[in-house]
């Protein structure tokens, strides 16, 4: 354990964030070609800005939206046993889609005072949810080791490939993050994880479960309409970042449930015929039209199974909280593959 006073760890011990930001050119580029697009969609990466981010933690504070509280019982009930990998050696924790971190300061309360040297290594594509969450965990942990990496998954990735003696590491990608990637996204994206680990090293990766398509309704269209602003707070984005003008009284969030992937998905509704001019082009939209902006996968236990051998892990654990709505399987990275 490093020891030193909360200043330190703040001013020192977490250098500034490095890797690439999903910067305002990426932005407008990916927002001119989903609105160009038949049908159009929105990628749901560009929710999080500081914004976006803020409307996130009150949609994991309403009653409705079950997954945070049920992987907070998972972490609260079974932290001692998923953190395991760490205990008593040299580690590093991975946050992958770090958010702001309170279900991590749960597992790093387990391993601070026991785990000599442990690093902690937040990745998260908003920086400002980074930053806030960075600041806490100095506070809560002086002396920590900190290395802060600002970027999309894919460069948490080529960091995780790179890294040099940071020992053992524990992967979390928790919050069902998974769940907002298409099937084969995911699998694809298990694959370059685990060819970005070694053997030994350990990943903890939050699913939410299928279950009833009312409660699924709910947590995604929620009854304050927290939900909604968080939807549309892309085109209040859009308005800010790209001089665009919508006005969102003319829009609608929607959420419907596909009962064959199985998958939550938001839609943006036009509520009537209108034109929209972002970043200097110009888009109509007929009245009820759609724009695709979030896949929320929902996983049947043998979907958790296959995911885990496609990816090339093998599976050490999966843990339920008490209504079995949500499951965090613990894999690890086995010394041959295949
Ligand atoms: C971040 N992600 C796992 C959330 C989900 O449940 O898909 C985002 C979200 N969208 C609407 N509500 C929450």
């Given at each position: 354990m490093?020891?030193?006073?909360?200043?330190?760890?703040?001013?020192?011990?977490?250098?500034?964030?490095?890797?690439?930001?999903?910067?305002?050119?990426?932005?407008?580029?990916?927002?001119l070609r989903g609105l160009s697009s038949t049908p159009r969609f929105l990628p749901s990466l560009y929710f999080y800005d500081a914004r976006g981010s803020q409307i996130f933690q009150r949609i994991m504070a309403l009653d409705e939206y079950y997954p945070t509280r049920c992987e907070r019982e998972i972490l609260e009930r079974d932290g001692e046993r998923l953190v395991g990998c760490l205990l008593e050696r040299h580690g590093t924790l991975v946050d992958l889609g770090a958010g702001d971190g309170t279900k991590t300061h749960l597992l790093l309360s387990r391993l601070f005072h026991r785990s000599p040297?442990?690093?902690?290594?937040?990745?998260?594509?908003?920086?400002?949810?980074?930053?806030?969450s960075l600041s806490r965990m100095a506070t809560a942990f002086p002396g920590l080791h900190v290395v802060p990496v600002v970027g999309e998954y894919a460069e948490g990735l080529r960091w995780l490939g790179?890294?040099?003696?940071?020992?053992?590491?524990?992967?979390?990608?928790?919050?069902?993050?998974?769940?907002?990637m298409e099937r084969e996204e995911a699998r694809g994206f298990l694959r370059g994880l685990r060819s970005a680990l070694r053997p030994g090293d350990h990943v903890l990766v939050g699913f939410d479960l299928l279950k009833d398509r009312a409660v699924l309704q709910r947590?995604?269209?929620?009854?304050q309409g927290v939900t909604a602003e968080f939807n549309l707070n892309l085109l209040a984005?859009?308005?800010?970042?790209?001089?665009?003008?919508?006005?969102?009284?003319?829009?609608?969030?929607?959420?419907?449930?596909?009962?064959?992937?199985?998958?939550?998905?938001s839609w943006i509704e036009s509520l009537r015929?209108?034109?929209v001019t972002v970043a200097g082009r110009r888009f109509a939209f007929a009245p009820g039209e759609l724009v695709h902006t979030e896949i929320s996968c929902k996983y049947r236990e043998g979907d958790i199974t296959e995911l885990a051998r496609s990816g090339g892990f093998a599976e050490v654990?999966?843990?339920?909280?008490?209504?079995?709505?949500?499951?965090?399987?613990?894999?690890?990275?086995?010394?041959?593959?295949p």
């Open positions: 490093r020891t030193g006073t909360a200043r330190e760890a703040r001013s020192c011990r977490a250098p500034d964030p490095v890797g690439a930001r999903a910067d305002r050119q990426n932005f407008r580029d990916a927002v040297g442990l690093s902690y290594a937040p990745i998260d594509v908003s920086p400002s949810a980074l930053w806030d790179a890294r040099e003696g940071i020992g053992a590491l524990l992967v979390l990608f928790l919050g069902s993050n998974i769940g907002n947590a995604y269209d929620d009854a984005r859009m308005n800010r970042e790209l001089g665009a003008d919508f006005d969102l009284s003319g829009f609608a969030h929607r959420a419907t449930f596909d009962p064959v992937r199985p998958a939550m998905e015929s209108q034109i654990g999966r843990f339920r909280d008490r209504r079995g709505w949500f499951a965090d399987a613990l894999w690890r990275v086995p010394d041959r593959w």
